[in-house]
């Protein structure tokens, strides 16, 4: 199963890749709970760099504050693993990547010591240059794999998968 899960990945990213060189698209990440891993799954395809700007890992709250200028009273309102936190990181993301045409963001709490009822829910957002975003643009997603490391490969599968349909739709 987990080879079966892996190929499925490497798909996503071959598929991604090429989305982001047909639409000539340059893409930066905002990852918490998957801590660069998005990133540096598609940084497992030769020339990416062409496309691929980089990844802000904005894993604790200090960090996205100081980094993308999350603000502590949006963070205490919503927080950190929030639909309104991850689409202001975002936006945040791309303002701050002058070069990135598409960045995409994710939060989440993964476990184990996560909530009860917050344990494997996850939020993606997607913000492109030049397109207005409306609040509440972004995805929430409950995780089907139990253990973490599992839970993450899931979410980057997630994460890829919305990049790719929103290079999609142009």
């Known amino acids: 199963m987990r080879d079966q899960a892996?190929?499925?990945l490497q798909r996503a990213v071959a598929r991604l890749a090429e989305r982001l060189e047909n639409?000539?698209?340059?893409?930066v990440f905002a990852e918490s709970c998957t801590a660069g891993l998005v990133s540096a799954t598609l940084a497992s395809v030769p020339g990416i760099s062409r496309w691929l700007c980089?990844?802000?890992?904005?894993?604790?709250?200090?960090?996205?504050?100081?980094?993308?200028?999350?603000t502590p009273e949006t963070l205490k309102q919503h927080t950190a693993e929030?639909?309104?936190v991850t689409e202001q990181l975002a936006i945040a993301v791309l303002e701050k990547t002058p070069e990135a045409d598409i960045a995409v963001a994710v939060t989440g709490h993964l476990g184990p010591a996560a909530p009860a009822e917050s344990d494997g829910w996850v939020f993606i957002a997607v913000?492109?240059?030049?397109?207005?975003?409306?609040?509440?643009?972004?995805?929430?997603?409950f995780l089907v794999s139990q253990e973490r490391v599992e839970r993450q490969r899931e979410v980057v599968a997630l994460v890829l998968a919305e990049a790719l349909a929103a290079l999609t739709r142009g």
């Open 54 to 70: 980089g990844s802000a890992v904005v894993y604790r709250e200090a960090t996205k504050c100081e980094w993308l200028g999350i």
């Open 82 to 84: 929030s639909g309104p």
């Open 127 to 141: 913000s492109r240059r030049n397109q207005p975003t409306a609040e509440g643009f972004a995805k929430s997603f």
């Open 6 to 8: 892996e190929n499925d």
């Open 23 to 27: 639409t000539q698209s340059r893409i």
